[in-house]
């Protein structure tokens, strides 16, 4: 019965939300904030790339799941600029910013929509849906609270711009429906999330060496996130079980390799502890639910042994760098109630004066939060500016996934860091080994650093994520001699 009303449900509302959107672009035709499609070099090669994509996807449907992380996660956002967008803040910020309307993103993922039309389905009366009817249920009004209440057409517009959590996570919904993934398309998902965090190690050294920056930063992905989300898709490696997907033994075992090293390598000339800090203590969290559900001693001794002696080495490592040396000294000081503004310390001061802002919004639109895509624009209105010296007029985010859900849909952003985050996790941590909810390694790691960064207010995290809300509710099984089964 869900399922029957699930898919038409979501479709239309997928389809006004873009109607919506289309409006939008309309009515903010004369606001200052509004941007037409800009033109650059840089652009024209992501359009080239973008097209050469499409058509190859178009030749050979199944590498559509190779191109999938590539696109949402580390697809260059330059692209974008050939859309219609809206400002995120006001033109006085020093590093005001815009956001299209719709993205590559949609176009892509709309687009696998009608190349797998005719794809074998899943078998919906296995699948639970209720919930995720509820879900769609309270987002949707959700989406019509948040417009009756908005008092401007700029207000509408910066709704627009943010809305892509709900298009993105509708969307898969949608795929969950539609299509059904057998090994290939799981073995090829993989390999588009080693291939991307190799694209984004390129990206960012030619952006970093070209902005004269001192540590590694993403020009799609930016500093913090880029390093949160490279934290949770190398430890995804680190523990994969080749066998479970089929994977040529020595062909994969190169590459899980390779991939560990580019992203650790990302991770130390990045710089951002809190991935570092994630990334050890969701490996810990892993090792210790897992040691004890194997066959005999000598698995047990080798776990044991292997994992201590790779993590022992990456920690030493880690431990030659100031930045995350500093880390032992900030718990100290914590644990001590000794804490002082310094070097090491003026990113947390500077969270907890963003913190105090989102917890102005929560308290007085505790509701429907401030909408989202709004947050940055709306800032100056809950104290941001009374706060001290330490920021200063650009743009900005809540710096906590948990803040940024609760301020910006209220008592609904429950619902959506619920049906993100701590769902996949949960089905990870109930069976970390399972081949579909192993998946969910990546927005468990992501809940460690969400304390402290907003990552799923990255429309390319946030669709990452939303992919795998899409992989763990595959309805497989896999058999005793690991081989892959049909519920």
């Known amino acids: 019965m869900a399922a029957n009303i699930l898919y038409p449900f979501t479709l239309m509302s997928l389809l006004i939300i873009y109607i919506f959107n289309f409006i939008c672009i309309i009515i903010s035709f004369n606001s200052p904030l509004f941007q037409y499609p800009g033109f650059s070099i840089l652009g024209v090669f992501s359009i080239l790339l973008y097209s050469f994509v499409i058509i190859i996807c178009a030749i050979k449907k199944d590498l559509f799941f190779f191109f999938l992380p590539f696109i949402i996660l580390a697809f260059p956002n330059v692209i974008n600029d050939f859309l219609p967008s809206f400002m995120m803040g006001p033109i006085m910020e020093s590093r005001v910013a815009s956001f299209s309307y719709i993205t590559h993103i949609d176009i892509f993922l709309l687009y696998g929509l009608y190349i797998f039309k005719n794809h074998k389905t899943q078998n919906l009366k296995i699948l639970n849906l209720y919930d995720f009817l509820i879900f769609v249920l309270i987002i949707c009004l959700f989406f019509i609270a948040t417009i009756i209440w908005s008092i401007s057409n700029d207000l509408l517009s910066l709704f627009a711009i943010g809305n892509y959590q709900i298009r993105y996570i509708f969307l898969f919904i949608l795929y969950l429906l539609q299509i059904k993934l057998n090994i290939s398309d799981f073995r090829n998902i993989i390999y588009g999330l080693s291939f991307s965090l190799f694209f984004l190690l390129i990206e960012s050294s030619f952006f970093t060496l070209s902005n004269g920056r001192d540590h590694l930063i993403s020009g799609t992905l930016a500093a913090n996130v880029f390093a949160n989300i490279t934290a949770s898709i190398t430890l995804f490696f680190v523990f994969i079980n080749p066998k479970h997907y089929s994977f040529p033994k020595i062909y994969f075992q190169t590459l899980k390799l ?51 002696f790779l993590f022992f080495i990456l920690i030493l490592i880690a431990l030659q760098f100031n930045k995350f040396r500093s880390i032992i000294t900030i718990f100290f000081d914590l644990i001590n109630f000794n804490i002082k503004l310094n070097e090491d310390t003026a990113s947390l001061f500077a969270r907890l004066h963003m913190y105090k802002v989102s917890l102005n919004m929560i308290l007085e639109n505790w509701i429907i939060g401030i909408g989202p895509g709004r947050w940055n624009f709306l800032k100056y209105d809950y104290g941001f500016q009374t706060m001290g010296t330490l920021l200063t007029n650009t743009l900005l985010d809540p710096h906590s996934d948990y803040l940024s859900y609760i301020s910006q849909y209220g008592i609904f952003g429950i619902a959506m860091i619920s049906f993100i985050l701590i769902k996949p996790a949960f089905k990870y941590l109930k069976n970390p080994r399972d081949l579909n909810s192993y998946f969910g390694l990546i927005p468990f790691t992501l809940l460690i ?3 402290t960064n907003s990552n799923t207010l990255k429309h390319q995290v946030f669709a990452t994520i939303s992919m795998i809300i899409f992989i763990v509710h595959q309805n497989f099984l896999i058999s005793k001699n690991n081989r892959f089964i049909d519920k």
């Open 258 to 308: 390779f991939t560990i090293m580019v992203g650790f390598v990302i991770l130390i000339l990045n710089g951002t502890r809190m991935a570092m800090l994630s990334f050890f203590l969701s490996g810990l969290i892993y090792y210790l639910i897992t040691s004890f559900k194997v066959k005999n001693i000598t698995q047990f001794l080798t776990r044991m042994f292997g994992y201590g």
């Open 449 to 451: 650093s969400g304390l």
